[in-house]
């Protein structure tokens, strides 16, 4: 039913960008608010970023605040994540995944998952 798949994950040098793609199907992106999440060697998995459907409200780690810029394309049913200054803390498994029962991105119950997209930050 539903399903996310993500994309843009790569090799990247400290400093640089990327910007990941979160293709969502079976939710629409005005219903359904979406986080992005990532795992980091040795360390817990950590909410990065989250869009709210209802309004647009974006929240965001304090780790990546005003770095990275979570955004939404309608049109294309996908959920973005621009990350710049990347540095090599950044490096890890990022996921997304979809607020399933409709309650917004503070109150979320994230249960449907992509399978992630690497991305690694190193000289």
């Known amino acids: 039913q539903v399903q996310l798949v993500e994309s843009g994950g790569g090799l990247v040098q400290p400093g640089g960008s990327l910007r990941l793609s979160c293709a969502a199907s079976?939710?629409?992106?005005?219903?359904?608010?979406i986080g992005w999440f990532r795992q980091a060697p040795g360390k817990e998995r950590e909410g990065v970023s989250c869009i709210r459907a209802t309004d647009g409200t974006t929240y965001y780690a304090d780790s990546v605040k005003g770095r990275f810029t979570i955004s939404r394309d309608f049109a294309k049913n996908t959920v973005y994540l621009q990350m710049n200054s990347l540095n090599p803390e950044d490096t890890a498994v990022y996921y997304c995944?979809?607020?399933?029962?409709?309650?917004?991105?503070?109150?979320?119950?994230?249960?449907?998952w992509g399978q992630g997209t690497q991305v690694t930050v190193s000289s």
């Open positions: 995944a979809t607020d399933v029962l409709g309650r917004g991105c503070v109150r979320a119950e994230f249960g449907s």
């Open positions: 079976g939710v629409t992106l005005d219903y359904y608010s």
